[in-house]
């Protein structure tokens, strides 16, 4: 790892997986109520150092998420430090509702065998289910491709206040798609 700092190592030991996860464990810890994916060393250590950039200039993760998914503009404020040191941070105004949806590579997937590909459904309100398996499906079609799409549980949320969902794909071998949202769950093959 290029750049390796020790000050973020605590942050990344707990949350690191040598293993690959392959289609079949993904369903298999979507069962658990608490399921908690991990990353690779070097994807996690890349996701705390990112982290701690973004914790240092922006107001909070919400902010950040706004601007960088959505567009949201930005403003600055000044903030004081427990030292008495004084920073600049950017932030979005609580008052900014600009209904959106984003989808895109994950920047920080977890460790998934290589064919998977990791996505995120960003949206400024909660959707459901359907409208979630709508809007995948017109990227990856059913016909070609195996989908998987679920929410984190609310406790192990990284960004608890801006909606996302997580999406797992890869060209299609079963047809299968699994839905896992608010305790609606569906699990379906695509026969056709």
């Known amino acids: 790892?290029?750049?390796?700092d020790p000050e973020l190592m605590n942050e990344v030991i707990g949350d690191i997986t040598t293993v690959r996860y392959s289609?079949?464990?993904?369903?298999e810890l979507l069962k658990e109520p608490?399921?908690?994916f991990k990353r690779s060393a070097e994807g996690h250590y890349k996701y705390?150092?990112?982290?701690h950039k973004v914790k240092q200039e922006w107001n909070d993760l919400?902010?950040?998420c706004k601007h960088t998914f959505?567009?949201?503009p930005y403003k600055t404020k000044e903030l004081t430090d427990q030292d008495g040191k004084t920073r600049t941070v950017k932030y979005v105004d609580d008052g900014e509702t600009w209904p959106t949806i984003t989808f895109c590579r994950n920047n920080y997937p977890y460790y998934l065998e290589p064919e998977m590909l990791h996505y995120c459904l960003?949206?400024?309100?909660?959707l459901s289910a359907d409208e979630c398996k709508t809007i995948v499906e017109m990227y990856f079609p059913r016909t070609k491709y195996d989908v998987i799409i679920f929410e984190t549980p609310n406790s192990l949320k990284s960004i608890p206040d801006t909606h996302h969902f997580q999406v797992i794909v890869r060209p299609r071998q079963t047809g299968l798609l699994y839905v896992k949202i608010d305790g609606f769950e569906e699990k379906s093959i695509w026969t056709s």
């Open 1 to 4: 790892m290029n750049g390796f």
């Open 23 to 27: 289609w079949e464990m993904v369903l």
């Open 34 to 36: 608490d399921f908690n």
């Open 48 to 51: 705390a150092k990112d982290s």
């Open 62 to 64: 919400n902010s950040y």
């Open 70 to 72: 959505f567009q949201y």
């Open 122 to 126: 960003w949206t400024t309100k909660h």
